[in-house]
């Protein structure tokens, strides 16, 4: 009988570690996206600049917690001992998902159409965008409520445990969400330079 993995037994596998990634990028998209929220609040026509630098910031990361959790579907399905032993998610979770994912892509990348897109596509794109942001906000809370201590947990361990008790590969994750936040700010720098013209373009925008 094959023995298991001792780094799975003790919780420091590569399940822990694809979870640790999860956990980091999701609270860093939990503070990104407040700010998105905050600046929707405030009226995103008078702080559009601050709404469409955050919608690029926090796009890179969008697409690491896709990849992370997607990793970890697929390994789990394909019957990897670390990931079956690490256990799935509560079944409500993992009907809520995909679903979350779905709405995710299509309010960041709605969002990003509707500045930077085709002119003939921005009231589409700002009709998905403000519908897929209400249908997002309910699964989103769903889905936050039950990770969040766990999720704040873990990324606090990463980033603040002592070197010793921390998971392997945390210098590695701290500079894969380092570097998809660096590379938000390159979009940010690059393609949100023209709120004054868009809002010329596009008076009626709220």
């Known amino acids: 009988m094959r023995e298991p993995d001792p780094a799975v037994t003790r919780g420091t596998g590569p399940a822990e570690q694809n979870g640790r990634l999860t956990a980091l990028t ?41 990849g992370s959790t997607g990793w970890r579907i697929a390994k789990y399905y394909r019957g990897d001992p670390a990931y079956r032993h690490r256990g799935a998610p509560r079944p409500y979770l993992r009907l809520l998902g995909p679903v979350i994912a779905a709405l995710t892509v299509a309010l960041v990348g709605s969002g990003i159409m509707t500045y930077a897109g085709p002119h003939s596509l921005h009231a589409l794109s700002l009709g998905v965008h403000k519908v897929s942001f209400y249908l997002w906000s309910v699964a989103v809370v769903a889905h936050v409520v039950p990770h969040f201590l766990e999720a704040v947990s873990q990324a606090a361990a990463d980033l603040l445990g002592r070197a010793g008790a921390r998971v392997r590969g945390a210098a590695a994750r701290r500079a894969l969400v380092l570097g998809a936040l660096a590379l938000g700010t390159l979009l940010a720098v690059a393609l949100s330079g023209h709120a004054g013209s868009y809002l010329v373009l596009f008076p009626k925008h709220r």
């Open 26 to 66: 999701g609270v860093v998209l939990l503070v990104l996206f407040a700010a998105e929220i905050a600046t929707a609040v405030l009226g995103v026509r008078h702080v559009l600049t601050a709404h469409v630098v955050i919608g690029y910031l926090l796009a890179p990361p969008v697409l690491v917690k896709l």
